[in-house]
């Protein structure tokens, strides 16, 4: 008796204006997929100052199927969607969430990314949203959808928003949060994109985590932004004037942790000194090794990512190309890798990405721009060189345990992923530094080694 009355006042409260005529801002309001709501419908409504109210079902969005209501524009074109999120009532499920979305089509399975955040259960009245925004995407029809870069406890978001922008031939959809008192937006993450066609859908998700139940949230502050700029995107600059070399490759070095040490406390910072020094703690008996190659393919057991004809760790295990698993000799565990070079960039916007099991930090230019977020990841970072020119290279790799592999890689415009230096490929060139080169390259060098160039 209890859930039929309020569902009653829910539709009461929210339902005018669901179809037909635009709805203030929005063009469209609709179910999408099978909500299964009480009342076999959500809805959208205008209240007042650009504020709306929306109702909706459906079990989730997530998975390989979307259940929710949507009220949304088609748009094309750099743009960016934002609202600020709240709870008129926020039904009975902790899951239940609010979303900025971009979506390909209303198809439950369609390619969508999202800004997501949920009702919680911090407030005792159900009126705030809990402290958590997320990324969500489906970069494949009617696959799994995942999520990235959760913010949690930071504080009730002041707005969400999805934005989708293409520049220097690169697609990027960006999630971002305002937490207000003037912090402005800030990046959630940021996903390489080249398939989206021009046109979209774009707007406001609804979904009550069940479909026993209906939420209604109340969005404010609703706004379409065309042609925003990009958030948090990296940018390098100041080239150096030579790398010592004209080789073609990468050093590369690689030393083992002694007995004791372990590489899951402060991994690459531990990880970097390790490789750089050839051994910690004292012992010269440890495993170490340095070798040049023309690229980044390296492996000692497990899986591998996407290229063959893998090499050996240098120093880890006897010297195989390509490796087999197990490696010959034994599988290592707890160990680093240095990787540096000096890669020519052009201007604009580059993306370098790295698979490493168990990590990988890359350094551009003396900058981090990027490292993967757990275990036999893979990770795509997008930065932009201010200036073209010749940049030091920087890659930390450690190991924890398990398998091992290595990639460094270069991604076009089109999606397209090469092995960084390849050539033949159309890729960026990288050169050996020479050994003077390679130990300024290091903590603290960078600066030294421009003072002696403007000398």
Request: glycine share 12%; net charge negative; hydrophobic share 35%.
């Amino acid at each position: 008796m209890c859930k039929k009355l309020f569902v009653l006042v829910l539709l009461l409260v929210a339902v005018p204006s669901l179809f037909g005529e635009p709805i203030g801002v929005f063009n469209f309001s609709q179910d999408v997929g099978t909500p299964g709501n009480p009342s076999g419908t959500g809805g959208t409504r205008y209240v007042s100052n650009n504020e709306y109210l929306i109702l909706g079902g459906g079990s989730d969005i997530w998975e390989q199927a979307d259940h929710f209501h949507y009220a949304y524009n088609e748009v094309s074109g750099n743009v960016r969607f934002e609202l600020s999120p709240a709870w008129d009532i926020g039904g009975w499920n902790d899951w239940a969430k609010i979303e900025t979305m971009l979506r390909v089509n209303l198809g439950a399975g369609s390619v969508a990314y999202a800004t997501a955040t949920r009702r919680g259960n911090t407030d005792p009245a159900n009126k705030v949203v809990d402290q958590y925004v997320e990324l969500q995407a489906r970069s494949v029809e009617n696959d799994w959808m995942w999520g990235a870069s959760a913010k949690w406890g930071q504080g009730v978001p002041d707005k969400i928003a999805i934005q989708r922008v293409v520049s220097n031939g690169y697609q990027l959809v960006q999630s971002l949060v305002d937490f207000g008192a003037g912090s402005g937006w800030e990046l959630v993450n940021t996903q390489y994109v080249p398939s989206l066609p021009d046109q979209l859908l774009m707007g406001a998700a609804v979904t009550s985590h069940d479909n026993g139940y209906l939420v209604q949230a109340r969005v404010g502050e609703v706004a379409y932004t065309q042609d925003p700029d990009l958030i948090g995107i990296t940018t390098i600059r100041d080239p150096i004037q030579a790398c010592g070399s004209t080789e073609r490759g990468f050093n590369i070095k690689t030393a083992k942790c002694p007995p004791g040490w372990d590489l899951n406390t402060m991994p690459y910072e531990m990880g970097e000194y390790l490789a750089e020094n050839g051994e910690l703690g004292g012992d010269p008996s440890l495993e170490k090794g340095e070798r040049q190659e023309v690229v980044v393919n390296l492996h000692d057991s497990g899986g591998r990512f996407l290229y063959g004809n893998d090499q050996s760790f240098p120093g880890i295990d006897p010297f195989e190309q390509p490796t087999s698993d197990p490696a010959a000799g034994d599988d290592d565990e707890q160990y680093a890798t240095l990787v540096t070079g000096c890669i020519e960039l052009t201007a604009g916007l580059h993306a370098i990405g790295g698979h490493a099991d168990d990590g990988v930090l890359i350094r551009i230019g003396g900058v981090e721009i990027g490292r993967t977020s757990s275990w036999n990841s893979v990770d795509d970072f997008i930065f932009n060189v201010e200036v073209a020119g010749l940049y030091p290279f920087r890659a930390v790799m450690y190991e924890q345990g398990g398998g091992s592999d290595l990639e460094l890689y270069e991604v076009f415009s089109d999606g397209t992923r090469i092995l960084l230096n390849d050539l033949n490929g159309g890729g960026s060139a990288v050169y050996v530094p020479e050994p003077a080169t390679i130990a300024l390259l290091g903590f603290g060098g960078l600066a030294m080694l421009r003072v002696r160039r403007k000398r």
